[in-house]
């Protein structure tokens, strides 16, 4: 396989000492990608999404390896990196990805992030397509969280929300609807996974006023040091004014009861963040149809999507202290 791009922050033995000398965890990340059945006679680009640097999280080296070339670009409207490959018109040849990364992850607590602007929080108060702000539907669960929640602050309220969607929407993954992080979906059929538990109260703190932004990645489990990962998990972080930007993870909290106080207010280093936000558009201007979320390879066929699921693989290994 051909090695695109290399990003070496740290040697080996330097990742060892980081694990040793500080309170972040620190694995290596393998995200592998397949693309075996592409339609031919056309040009096909493929995105991969690449980690953030930053809210709790340092990368300290990066491989990206594809056999045919790639680069990397930015989403402009919330940042988030992307590794491209291109397969020209005249190329029949499946397209393979290799890439890695050794990650340190610390714990996330209210106000570890960094601060906002005005235009970032307006961005965060915004509807996406699945996740409407104000909508009627979203009335009677206002009228039950304004009836129980402390006082009518801003503090208040999100915690009620938080209460309200933990107590009241069941992770499971039952028929089909789930899982497309659909706030209508989750309203009426009150159950799915963690992209419908976090929409729906994305949509209820904006509708209050509260901004709130949408965090998706993989876990990576505080209980075994290495093996596969089946899939991504996702989370939010909202924002209060003289406090900074406050962690919640609704879905866990709502499968493990006994972590729902800790989960409000942190996120554990227990999960690897990638992309941020809803909606995604890659070439400003374009006509496509903006991404709903951006964690598993992306495809365009003669610049238009192509809708179908690519092999995929997922795997990390912690880094012993040393």
């Known amino acids: 396989m051909r090695k695109i791009a290399m990003l070496a922050l740290l040697g080996a033995a330097c990742i060892a000492q980081v694990a040793a000398d500080s309170?972040?965890?620190?694995?290596?990340?393998?995200?592998?990608?397949?693309?075996?059945?592409?339609?031919?006679?056309?040009?096909?680009?493929?995105?991969?999404?690449?980690?953030?640097?930053?809210?709790?999280?340092?990368?300290?080296?990066?491989?990206?390896?594809?056999?045919?070339?790639?680069?990397?670009?930015?989403?402009?409207?919330?940042?988030?990196?992307y590794y491209r490959i291109r397969r020209p018109a005249n190329i029949?040849?499946?397209?393979?990805?290799?890439?890695?990364?050794?990650?340190?992850?610390?714990?996330?607590?209210?106000?570890?992030?960094?601060?906002?602007?005005?235009a970032e929080l307006a961005r965060y108060l915004e509807p996406n397509a699945l996740v409407p702000v104000g909508h009627e539907m979203l009335q009677p669960i206002l009228a039950e969280i304004h009836a129980n929640r402390a006082d009518d602050s801003p503090s208040a309220t999100a915690r009620a929300i938080y209460d309200?969607?933990?107590?009241?929407?069941?992770?499971?993954?039952?028929?089909?609807?789930?899982?497309?992080?659909?706030?209508?979906?989750?309203?009426?059929?009150?159950?799915?996974?963690?992209?419908?538990?976090?929409?729906?109260?994305?949509?209820?703190?904006?509708?209050?006023?509260?901004?709130?932004?949408f965090e998706?990645?993989?876990?990576?489990?505080?209980?075994?040091?290495?093996?596969?990962?089946?899939?991504?998990?996702?989370?939010?972080?909202?924002?209060?004014?003289?406090?900074?930007?406050?962690?919640?993870?609704?879905s866990e909290a709502a499968k493990h009861p006994q972590q729902r106080e800790l989960l409000y207010g942190t996120h554990p280093a227990d999960r690897i963040h990638f992309t941020t936000g809803r909606d995604l558009v890659f070439s400003p201007g374009s006509s496509v149809m903006p991404l709903n979320y951006f964690i598993y390879p992306y495809v365009e066929v003669g610049g238009k999507p192509w809708r179908v699921e690519l092999d995929t693989a997922f795997s990390f290994r912690e880094v012993p202290a040393g």
């Open 23 to 81: 309170q972040e965890r620190v694995f290596e990340f393998n995200y592998r990608m397949l693309a075996s059945q592409l339609p031919t006679g056309e040009a096909v680009d493929i995105y991969l999404p690449l980690p953030v640097e930053g809210s709790g999280q340092r990368l300290l080296e990066q491989r990206l390896e594809s056999n045919l070339p790639g680069d990397v670009g930015i989403e402009e409207r919330h940042g988030n990196r």
């Open 92 to 118: 029949n040849a499946p397209v393979e990805a290799n890439l890695t990364w050794a990650v340190a992850r610390a714990t996330v607590k209210e106000g570890s992030t960094e601060g906002a602007g005005e």
């Open 164 to 213: 309200w969607v933990v107590d009241n929407v069941e992770y499971k993954k039952v028929g089909s609807g789930w899982g497309n992080g659909d706030t209508f979906w989750a309203c009426n059929e009150r159950y799915g996974n963690c992209t419908d538990f976090h929409s729906l109260f994305i949509a209820l703190a904006r509708s209050e006023g509260i901004p709130a932004r």
């Open 216 to 250: 998706i990645g993989f876990p990576v489990p505080l209980d075994r040091s290495e093996g596969d990962i089946g899939g991504y998990h996702c989370w939010v972080q909202f924002y209060l004014p003289g406090r900074g930007w406050v962690p919640i993870d609704a």
